[in-house]
């Protein structure tokens, strides 16, 4: 089945510079691939996504970035703030039905 | 904005017995989905239900799981014979009527399980 890795599991930035996470996954016929974010204690949600048809996507502050070739595919959030501290989870699938979370990444904005 | 609801949020129980999770999903939507998460641990998949049947299961969801629809509106879990390491939190999620391969995954506030 599909293994999806995640890195760095923890990531501390100071209030306003960049934070950068990064995934790899397996099976090439994944081809959706979105990212949640999961504040303490609360249900993960939905951030941003990406399909296999596209490079790159853009909402605001958040961005991510895929790579088929190599199959790696990275969230970038610029500017970041307090409010973005939370656990962010990048997930794949192959079906859209089974999704494949990678470990975490505990992200702190340090004010 | 329609939630996912779970219930109970907290549940503790003895090793050995039986407990049922229960979950809302979204009411428009069609695939339903438990996943469980251990204390700082990533989201792993269990089971997903489309059309009134599993279409997926993962390792984890060996003979002491079983899920149901039982009305229409709820979808529950039942873990027929708790062990110590299934102690985790259960999220209940859906997904609304879209093609394979999209979609977002709304997820409930989750339901902890712990065995003692």
């Known amino acids: 089945g599909e293994n999806v890795e995640q890195h760095p599991s923890t990531l501390s930035v100071q209030e306003g510079d960049s934070a950068v996470i990064k995934c790899t996954y397996s099976d090439s016929a994944s081809n959706y691939f979105p990212w949640y974010k999961q504040e303490l204690g609360k249900r993960p949600q939905l951030i941003i996504d990406?399909?296999?048809?596209?490079g790159e996507k853009k909402d605001q502050r958040i961005a991510v970035t895929l790579n088929k070739t190599a199959k790696h595919f990275s969230l970038h959030i610029t500017e970041t703030q307090p409010e973005d501290s939370a656990v962010y989870f990048c997930?794949?699938?192959?079906?859209?039905?089974?999704?494949?979370f990678g470990t975490g990444t505990s992200l702190t904005v340090i004010p | 904005e329609p939630e996912v609801t779970q219930t109970p949020s907290h549940q503790v129980t003895q090793m050995g017995q039986e407990v049922i999770l229960r979950c809302v999903p979204i009411?428009?939507?069609?695939?339903f989905y438990w996943y469980r998460q251990i204390l700082g641990q990533k989201v792993e998949f269990l089971v997903s239900?489309?059309?009134?049947?599993?279409?997926?299961k993962s390792e984890i969801f060996d003979d002491q799981f079983s899920v149901e629809r039982p009305d229409g509106s709820n979808f529950t879990l039942k873990i027929r014979s708790t062990k110590l390491e299934d102690s985790a939190m259960y999220f209940c999620?859906?997904?609304?009527?879209?093609?394979?391969?999209?979609?977002?995954?709304?997820f409930g506030e989750g339901s902890r399980l712990t065995v003692l």
């Open positions: 239900f489309y059309n009134n049947e599993i279409s997926e």
């Open positions: 009411s428009n939507h069609l695939y």
């Open positions: 997930a794949a699938s192959v079906t859209g039905n089974q999704f494949y």
């Open positions: 999620a859906s997904r609304g009527p879209v093609p394979a391969n999209t979609g977002e995954l709304f």
């Open positions: 990406i399909r296999s048809n596209v």
